[in-house]
């Protein structure tokens, strides 16, 4: 693992220099030392008459709430977002099921007019209701039994 260099950088913070080494780029640390002091001057600002030390801890308490806050949505969106995949996960499984059981059906259909054009019948497709809501599968067994095939046929000439 490529380990990365650190840099040495000085910020200032509320008055006092300090030189940190930070693997982050000077502007990013700067610009984090620029925000803990706008959090103490807020603090300083709503409680003048706090020392600068209680101010500093003032200031980090918040931040430190708003760090906590943070996280605990950030796990509810990976807890959503892990929930939103199993469910994509289970309703494709759904899906390609249905295509399966779909081509099957047609191939079942192919064969009975095949079947049926063999005994001298003539099949039209059947039309569809748009009422119909559920298909049940037929039992194997059952479908290769002429009398079921009914549905098929149309008057004899």
């Known amino acids: ?14 008055g006092t220099t300090f030189t940190v080494l930070s693997i982050e780029s000077e502007d990013y640390t700067k610009a984090v030392a620029e925000r803990l002091n706008r959090e103490i001057d ?18 980090s308490l918040n931040i430190c709430d708003g760090m906590t806050k943070a996280e605990e949505d ?12 199993n469910d994509a996960a289970r309703y494709r499984a759904e899906y390609d099921a249905a295509l ?25 497709p059947a039309p569809v209701s748009p009422a119909v809501k559920t298909v049940r ?12 095939l009914s549905f098929f046929d149309t008057p004899k000439k």
């Open 100 to 124: 399966r059981e779909n081509e099957k059906l047609k191939r079942d259909i192919e064969t009975y007019r095949k079947r049926l054009s063999e005994k001298g019948r003539t099949t039209e």
């Open 137 to 148: 599968k037929s039992n194997s067994k059952e479908a290769e039994d002429e009398e079921n």
């Open 1 to 14: 693992m490529e380990e990365k260099t650190k840099n040495r950088i000085k910020i200032d913070i509320a």
């Open 74 to 85: 950030s796990d509810k969106l990976r807890s959503q977002v892990k929930e939103y995949l």
């Open 42 to 59: 807020a603090v300083r600002r709503a409680a003048p008459g706090l020392s600068l030390t209680s101010a500093v801890m003032l200031a």
